[in-house]
Nanobody, 126 residues
Framework: QVQLVESGGGLVQPGGSLRLSCAAS????????MAWFRQAPGKERVFVAA????????YHADSVKGRFTMSRDNARSTVYLQMTSLQPEDTAVYYC???????????????????WGQGTQVTVSL
């Protein structure tokens, strides 16, 4: 059983930056594909970024490309989401997810991930 704990959320002004962290325990971290999703009030949970276990190059949603960067540190069993140029539309609860068997074509589908963190709130506002 894998446990995921997100941190780093908060209130930031438009144009600001935040770095989210997701610490994993209880599994072999290096074998898991890790992902970030977000969910705004009244909306579905949507894909933000992912890094596969066997490939260090991250995948990012078009809406965040050039502004957000996902990375992983296998030695620390942690993934990060560096967010810059934040806008009000980035306001959401951000969730970390993990799965050991997900295939490339399913990276963006939240129901394909077995493990989830509790989420961390990101609010972008003046």
């Amino acid at each position: 059983q894998v446990q995921l704990v997100e941190s780093g959320g908060g209130l930031v002004q438009p144009g600001g930056s935040l770095r989210l962290s997701c610490a994993a325990s209880g599994g072999t971290f290096s074998t898991y594909t890790m992902a970030w999703f977000r969910q705004a009030p009244g909306k579905e949970r949507v894909f933000v970024a992912a890094i596969r276990a066997t490939n260090s190059n991250p995948y990012h949603a078009d809406s965040v490309k050039g502004r957000f960067t996902m990375s992983r540190d296998n030695a620390r069993s942690t993934v990060y989401l560096q967010m810059t140029s934040l806008q009000p539309e980035d306001t959401a609860v951000y969730y970390c997810a993990a799965d050991s068997r997900i295939i490339l074509s399913s990276l963006k589908e939240p129901d394909q991930y077995d493990y989830w963190g509790q989420g961390t709130q990101v609010t972008v506002s003046l």
